[in-house]
Structures are given as structure tokens and as C-alpha cells.
């Protein structure tokens, strides 16, 4: 199975590029690699890098969230990047730029 995030760590920053189209099976399975590696470094910033995702339903906005809320327990703010305009539209509308630890870069 092809890997569907791969993970960065340096300067208190973890990076996560997620590397495949976001569904309900495939948010699962993220969700919980995430959450580990979130725990285990406790970084001050989580940035999701969406460079590589084509497709993400309101799944992808339920990980989004989700992480926002468990970056929050170990002191992380989350920032989103790399969205294409379609993606960055479906953010927009969704309202998780106005969520308080959670940053959208364009």
C-alpha cells in the first residue's frame, strides 16, 4: 500500500504532507498516524501540507478539526498549506479558518 503521509520533524515544527486523495477510509487511517507521531514529538506547530491531495470530502474537514483539537491538548497550533483553489474554496466555506488555532496559508 502506497504510504498516504509522510512525516517531518525539526525545530519543534512537524510537518505532515499528505499524499493522497481524502476520503472516509483514508482519513482514518491518517487520523491515527498523526495522532501518533503528534503525541510523541509534542511539537508547537503542526503544519498539514496538502501539496499532493486532488480530492478531499468532509472528511478531510473532520481530520482537520480533529487534529486542531488534539494538537490543542499538547500545546500545537495548526497551520494548512498547499491547498489547491478548490480545496482552499471548500476550507473557506467550511469556516475552519476562523478556528482559533488553526492558520491557512494560501
Excluded at 500500500?1 to 519543534?12: H, L, Y
Excluded at 481530520?63 to 491538548?73: E, F, H, M, W, Y
Aim: net charge positive; proline share 1%; hydrophobic share 40%.
Amino acid at each position: 500500500m502506497k504510504e498516504e503521509v509522510d512525516f517531518s520533524f525539526a525545530g519543534r515544527v512537524l510537518t505532515v504532507r499528505i499524499k493522497c486523495e481524502i476520503d472516509h477510509h483514508t482519513a482514518r487511517r491518517m487520523r491515527d498516524k498523526i495522532d501518533e507521531k503528534l503525541y510523541a514529538t509534542k511539537p508547537e506547530l503542526l503544519v498539514l501540507d496538502f501539496s499532493e491531495v486532488r480530492f478531499m470530502d468532509s472528511s478531510g474537514l473532520g481530520l482537520i478539526i480533529g487534529r486542531s483539537q488534539k494538537g490543542a491538548l499538547v500545546g500545537a497550533s495548526v497551520r494548512l498549506c498547499g491547498l489547491s483553489d478548490t480545496l482552499y474554496k471548500l476550507i473557506r466555506l467550511s469556516g475552519i479558518e476562523k478556528v482559533k488555532n488553526i492558520t491557512v496559508l494560501r
